[in-house]
């Protein structure tokens, strides 16, 4: 597996590919051929601590999560090992006797933010506009960026892989840039929360919405309320994804054909439609006819309305499952099983064990026989009906092989 190792020099970072079975020695070489200093010369660290030339890259932690980051020494001073060693020693406390030429070491002071984040706010101007000093805090912690120097708040580039250090970064960028849809959906991917930092012209285009909310619904609270409460972008909106009805206007949530649009994206999206449209009997037919779980959170009330029950088990069979009055009631699984046989799974144990209601389900399809009791898969009558639509039914019925095939025969003749 080859990874991309970032290498951070005394005055420069850079990056080469090494596979991760290789040696540190190999590593040494890579470095060697990239910028021409001896493999011989090299120190490499990891944080602060020194590698062996035969220690295995892919062995050594983070190696293979990405973002993995050396120190190469050349030429180090005995004083230099030294303050490298109080680093390592003690990482809270180590600056606090330091002489002011460890504050101009770049290395050092990649350490040093690693540890503190606000030792930004010390280090000089050179290095707080140092891209990669900056980056290797912002993968240490939130809020680096608050002591970066302000051009690369403007520096798109650097912004770019800021946002994928820490989302929250975006909050820090220049206008201009959190105007850049690509850059605000980046960050957007890594954290929803952080899509309330984009400009105002971005959260009012439709365009840019659509591909925030398909990151997630949620990002719909920052839309432009505008959009939220227009028809047509609604719609766009709820196709993304249909959770997005939680943050549309009061008036779209009671717009049946939006709602349904939604709770087609999304069966959950139930939860926000208007308590009136909840109660409507008519939209929760066409609701259950995109997914008949929604079944689950309509008012028992309702579902125990026999005339509604009625019409939706003709409409909707398989909705037999979605509750106990229905799949008890003899009148409502007739219904439900002379339109789909296969509704007959979701019986009551006792009717599905009533010779008169397995066979008005084989009547609809010979596939119910799968779900009749052991002793309907076992009458004559029944099996025979099903094995008139199909032979596969003789894998359900408990009849003899013998006497089913000479019946099939004896139908034909």
Excluded at 315 to 334: C, G, I, T, W, Y
Excluded at 362 to 375: C, D, K, P
Aim: glycine residues 4%.
């Amino acid at each position: 597996m080859e990874v991309c190792i970032t290498v951070h020099t005394l005055g420069d970072s850079f990056e080469i590919f090494a596979d991760t079975s290789c040696g540190i020695a190999r590593v040494k070489e890579l470095i060697e051929e990239a910028r021409g200093t001896p493999w011989t010369e090299q120190k490499l660290l990891l944080d602060t601590e020194e590698l062996a030339d035969d220690a295995v890259l892919g062995e050594q932690p983070g190696a293979t999560e990405g973002n993995f980051e050396l120190f190469m020494l050349r030429g180090v001073s005995a004083e230099k090992l030294h303050w490298l060693s109080e680093c390592r020693a003690k990482p809270l406390t180590w600056l606090s006797s330091a002489p002011g030429w460890v504050f101009q070491d770049r290395q050092l002071m990649m350490l040093a933010v690693r540890f503190d984040v606000a030792m930004l706010q010390s280090v000089s101007e050179s290095f707080r506009k140092d891209p990669e000093l900056v980056l290797v805090a912002l993968r240490s912690a939130s809020g680096a960026m608050a002591y970066a120097a302000e051009e690369l708040r403007e520096d798109a580039a650097f912004m770019r892989r800021a946002v994928v250090a820490d989302a929250f970064v975006l909050q820090h960028a220049s206008e201009e840039l959190r105007a850049d849809a690509e850059l605000v959906l980046a960050a957007g991917r890594r954290d929803y929360r952080v899509l309330k930092f984009a400009s105002a012209t971005l959260l009012s285009d439709k365009k840019f919405a659509s591909a925030a909310i398909k990151i997630d619904p949620r990002a719909a609270q920052y839309v432009d309320k505008r959009l939220r409460a227009d028809s047509s972008s609604a719609a766009a909106f709820v196709r993304c994804n249909g959770l997005v009805l939680e943050f549309l206007s009061s008036a779209l949530r009671g717009d049946s054909q939006v709602c349904l649009a939604a709770i087609k994206s999304n069966v959950r999206a139930f939860d926000f439609v208007s308590s009136e449209l909840q109660s409507d009997q008519e939209f929760l037919l066409e609701t259950a006819k995109l997914d008949r779980r929604v079944l689950r959170k309509v008012k028992k009330e309702i579902l125990l309305d026999t005339n509604f029950a009625r019409t939706l088990l003709e409409q909707v069979p398989l909705a037999l499952e979605m509750h106990d009055s229905f799949s008890k009631n003899r009148e409502l699984v007739l219904c439900a099983v002379r339109n789909n046989g296969a509704a007959l799974k979701f019986a009551h144990p006792e009717l599905k064990d009533e010779r008169f209601v397995v066979l008005a389900a084989v009547n609809n399809t010979w596939r119910a026989l799968e779900f009749a009791s052991r002793r309907c898969q076992g009458d004559e009558e029944i099996a025979h009906t099903a094995l008139k639509q199909s032979s596969c039914a003789q894998r359900f019925t408990k009849l003899r092989l013998e006497r089913v095939a000479a019946h099939h025969d004896g139908a034909h003749e």
